[in-house]
């Protein structure tokens, strides 16, 4: 699935690009999702039964289609993308899938030596996803066919995804652990290089960096910990390099949009309580800054925004809103 990288990830993206002009990119997206998650995502048979799932290779040269075990760093884009598709399909279930696919890439940092993901390895298929049971050896690579990394982003994007869209701050956490491991190996005295091996403790370097170390890797490591606000996802998508381009709906044709847009919070399991909002709000000069707030309409017919993180991040301009106060609960 990495060869085809741009193509899956341009479908969701395009569909906010444009914004309810059209569902033909969303409706091209599931059916898309469909097909790959029947056919793609495994979970992996490893060491402690890890509940998470990866995205393998489906050979086609045989009379009966066999999914492969393989495990590729540029493949690691796809918990983001399944993320962000779960915010447009309403979906609690693609939201879990997304967080598993991430999780599995998280796992590729956490059991190499370097603690740094190879970028092209194996693992064993779980022939029943429900009765996964580890049986073999070693630390569950069943063989490392490209052990260097290339600077690459696919795994910290991910990452940086979650955390805007469930604001759990465990995928900081996997982030911090990952960024470190990474400046460990990687850092010279003028820059960051590729690493040769990274299932060595102390792995050599090769004289090489490529541009989307500084274009998308480093990128998405400062917005995991920047404010939520900063190239928010309620307001930017962000193209296969990382470039944020402004969503559809701050066309003025478009501002009107559906409040269950922002319902993803209910899937995650650290917020829970009030019932999803269920009409449209018009609002020309409202900006929504932190994919944990949304809004509820309270018992006297006016707006009220509710808070379920830690930041107070509702920004107004002329419109009659109120900030929003940590902590704070609908009527």
Same mark, same amino acid.
């Given at each position: 699935?990495s060869d085809v990288d741009s193509a899956f ?31 793609? #995502?495994?979970? +992996? ?15 086609? =040269? ?8 393989? #495990?590729?760093?540029?493949?690691? #884009? ?35 030596? =370097? ?13 029943? +996803? ?29 990452? #940086?995804?979650?955390?805007?869209l469930t604001a759990d701050p465990i995928w ?30 102390? +792995? ?48 003025? =044709? ?13 899937? =995650? ?60 609960? +609908?009527?």
């Open positions: 699935m990830e341009y479908l969701p993206k395009t569909h906010l690009l444009h914004y309810r002009v059209s569902d033909q990119y969303l409706e091209m997206y599931r059916s898309a999702l469909a097909t790959v998650n029947k056919n793609l #995502f495994f979970r +992996p048979s490893l060491p402690g039964n890890p509940d998470i799932l990866m995205t393998g290779n489906l050979d086609m =040269s045989k009379d009966s289609p066999a999914i492969e075990g393989q #495990f590729q760093h540029l493949a690691c #884009f796809v918990g983001g993308m399944v993320a962000l598709g779960s915010r447009l399909t309403k979906s609690a279930e693609e939201l879990e899938i997304a967080a598993k696919l991430t999780n599995g890439c998280v796992w590729g940092y956490d059991n190499t030596p =370097s603690g740094i993901m190879p970028d092209f390895s194996h693992v064993l298929v779980c022939k029943d +996803p429900a009765m996964c049971v580890w049986s073999g050896e070693g630390d569950g690579f069943i063989s490392v066919d490209d052990p260097s990394y290339q600077l690459r982003p696919e795994a910290i994007e991910s990452v #940086f995804i979650m955390y805007r900081m956490d996997k982030g911090w652990k990952m960024f470190k491991a990474i400046q460990k190996h990687t850092r010279t005295s003028i820059a960051n290089a590729r690493v040769v091996d990274v299932m060595q403790a102390w +792995p050599t370097l090769e004289d090489s960096m490529e541009t989307f170390w500084l274009a998308e890797t480093l990128k998405y490591f400062y917005l995991l910990f920047s404010e939520p606000d900063l190239i928010s996802l309620d307001d930017y998508v962000f193209n296969t390099e990382a470039h944020p381009f402004r969503w559809g709906w701050h066309e003025p =044709s478009l501002r009107k949009f559906h409040l269950l847009h922002f319902w993803h919070l209910q899937l =995650s399991p650290i917020f829970r309580s009030p019932h999803p909002p269920s009409k449209f709000l018009e609002a020309d000069n409202l900006s929504v800054s932190d994919p944990s707030t949304f809004i509820l309409p309270n018992s006297g017919n006016q707006v009220q925004p509710i808070k379920l993180s830690s930041r107070s991040l509702i920004k107004t301009e002329s419109c009659n809103w109120k900030q929003v106060i940590d902590n704070s609960s +609908p009527n």
